[in-house]
């Protein structure tokens, strides 16, 4: 099963919107999570690192203030998408990774947004 | 220049036939190489992980790294239809659990 729950799975929402998406650690801590965006027939591409109980780290080019990341406890970290605009639209996906192996990271099953 | 670059196919091959994927790179300061696969609409799963130069296999698979080339090759046998999918090379410079740098991703079908 999995090991890094995200949620929503799909969300389509209306231009001015803020949008929530939440990534999980199932039975085990990640103190660390990453954030990645991939449009269609492109790549992941990392836009930000989320470490527990401080802020997160954003990769060059992403909006800070846009993409509001919040790591509070050791299995959760979210982002929320503000104001979204139609060019937001993206497939979302976190991955964390396990605290047992250090070569080990596991990858949500990813969020698709729409903006409309 | 990308830092990782890799051709975004799409390959099709028939079924049982040898699969030959690859990836080149700018940065020598890679350490830790990385084949995922991705099937549509779905986040990556972890095929292969490599360290050094050289070859390693697991099952059908065998991922190979040439360091000196900055060149990292994904060799799969026996195609089956089931590994039709986008396969992603991903590559970190402190470890496989650091931030991931990946490929564009190639698509391949496998035809039975």
């Known amino acids: 099963g999995a090991v890094v729950s995200q949620h929503p799975s799909r969300v389509i929402c209306k231009s001015g919107t803020s949008v929530k998406i939440e990534c999980r650690s199932l039975?085990?801590?990640?103190?660390?999570m990453f954030w990645y965006r991939q449009f269609p027939k492109q790549s992941l591409m990392l836009m930000a690192t989320?470490?527990?109980?401080?802020?997160?780290?954003?990769e060059q080019g992403v909006e800070k203030d846009k993409f509001l990341i919040n790591h509070a406890s050791l299995t959760l970290s979210t982002l929320t998408v503000t104001s979204a605009h139609p060019e937001d639209s993206s497939f979302y996906i976190c991955s964390a990774p396990a605290s047992t192996s250090r070569n080990t990271i596991y990858f949500g099953e990813g969020s698709w947004l729409t903006v409309v | 220049q990308k830092e990782v670059e890799q051709d975004p196919g799409p390959l099709s091959v028939p079924e049982g036939a040898i699969v030959s994927l690859n990836c080149t790179y700018s940065?020598?300061?890679?350490?830790?190489f990385m084949w995922y696969r991705q099937y549509s609409r779905k986040g990556p799963e972890l095929l292969m992980y490599t360290y050094s130069s050289g070859n390693k296999e697991d099952g059908r698979f065998t991922a190979q790294v040439d360091k000196s080339s900055k060149y990292i090759s994904l060799f799969i046998r026996d195609s089956q239809p089931s590994d039709s999918a986008t396969y992603l090379c991903?590559?970190?410079?402190?470890?496989?659990?650091?931030?991931?740098?990946f490929g564009t991703g190639t698509l391949l079908a496998v035809q039975p």
């Open positions: 039975d085990f801590q990640a103190t660390t």
């Open positions: 940065n020598s300061a890679f350490q830790y």
């Open positions: 991903a590559m970190s410079y402190g470890g496989a659990t650091n931030k991931l740098i």
């Open positions: 989320s470490n527990e109980g401080s802020k997160a780290t954003y």
